[in-house]
C-alpha cells in the first residue's frame, strides 16, 4: 500500500474503541521486551536478588521468594508504559487525535501531538501506533510527515522561534528508531530507571 492511499484526519467519536484497541496492542508488542531489557541489567539484577533474599526470611517457599519481586517488577513496568501510552490523551493545543485511514474509512494508525513542556521545546509525539495489519506500507511515515505539518504550522502561529518535533521511542522497538533515524532524527536522550535508558528521545529541526 503506497502512501498516496492513505489520509489523515481527526479521529471519530466511534473510531475511539478501535483507537483504544490499537494503541493497547501497540503497547504489548513492546511492553515484554522493555521489561526484559530493564530487569537484566546489573544493578536491577541486584536489587531482584537483594528482594529475594529478604523475602526469604517471610515465606516458606524458596520458589515464591525468588518469583515475585521478579513478578511485581514486571507488573509495574507494564502498567507503567500503559499508563502512558495505552490510552488516549486528552485534545491539545495541536489538535487530534488523529487517525490514518485508508481507502474509504479502513482506520489503520493514530497519532496524538502536544505542545513541549516549555517554550521553544516544539511539539511531542505523545502516541503513534500502527495497525499490526498496516505495518510496514507507509503508514508510520505517513503520519509522521502529517505531524511534522502540524508541528510546523503550530509553530508558526504560536510565533515560536523554531519548528521542532519530539518523538519518544521504547528502547525495544528498533524498527521505530531505525525509522526515525532514516527521516533525519536525532537520539537526544529520554527516560528510564537506575541509570538505563527504557524510552529514548528522537528530535527534529523543521
Known sequence: MAPS???VREMREDEKPLVL???KAGVKDTENRVALHALTRPPALLLLAAASSGLRFVLASFALALLLPVFL?????KLGLRARWGSLPPP???GGPWVAVRGSGDVCGVLALAPGTNAGDGARVT???VSRWHRRRGVGRRLLAFAEARARAWAGGMGEPRARLVVPVAVAAWGV???LEGCGYQAEG??????YTLVREFSKDL
Not at 73 to 77: D, E, G, R
Not at 190 to 195: A, E, H, N, R
Open 5 to 7: 492511499h492513505l489520509s
Open 21 to 23: 484497541e490499537m494503541l
Open 73 to 77: 517488577a514486571v507488573a509495574a513496568l
Open 92 to 94: 491539545g493545543g495541536l
Open 127 to 129: 502516541r503513534l501506533s
Open 177 to 179: 528508531a531505525g525509522m
Open 190 to 195: 529520554g527516560w528510564g530507571c537506575l541509570g
